[in-house]
């Protein structure tokens, strides 16, 4: 476990452990690191304010807030369209750690049926074309 990140580049203020300076060979009070802005010569422009309803459940503490934030994977992907399939190997990651993944050949993107099956749920891009009148319930359903 590295810790906390302690160390911010000192020309974007991106935020870095300790092993991710540029020369590791060396122990360096004031390390170098390249990984965000290659050492300033990659500007980009600040990031907007959040619309009010995203900016509240982001960082209000009520329920609702919570329970965006705990869910805010699966709200994300309420807007991708295609999915990646493959099969799992358990064998690659042993013990505690993020999750990997590993590809072997081409990648490939899944596109399923353009209409739910019957007694289905619309999923992924199927609630972009699906009954526009139902589109809030469609993608809260994948919640429920």
């Known amino acids: 476990d590295e810790g906390d990140m302690t ?3 000192v020309h974007c203020g991106a935020k870095f452990w300790y092993g991710e300076r ?9 390390p170098t690191f390249t990984l965000c802005c290659m050492q300033g010569q ?4 600040l990031l907007k304010e959040p619309p009010p309803l995203i900016k509240k459940l982001l960082f209000s503490d009520n ?13 994300n992907m309420l807007f991708s369209m295609p999915s990646l399939g493959g099969k799992v190997d358990h064998s690659i990651k ?8 590993q590809l072997h050949g081409e990648n490939y993107h899944l596109m399923g049926s353009m209409v739910p099956k019957p007694g289905d749920y619309a999923k992924f891009y199927q609630m972009y074309i ?9 993608r809260l359903n994948f919640l429920r």
């Open 7 to 9: 160390y911010s580049c």
């Open 22 to 30: 540029i020369n590791r060979k060396r122990k360096s009070r004031n």
């Open 42 to 45: 990659i500007q980009l422009p």
């Open 63 to 75: 329920d609702s807030s919570r329970h965006y934030q705990k869910h805010i994977r699966p709200y």
């Open 94 to 101: 042993k013990g505690k750690g993020p999750n990997m993944f």
């Open 130 to 138: 699906v009954d526009s009148e139902n589109e809030l319930d469609n």
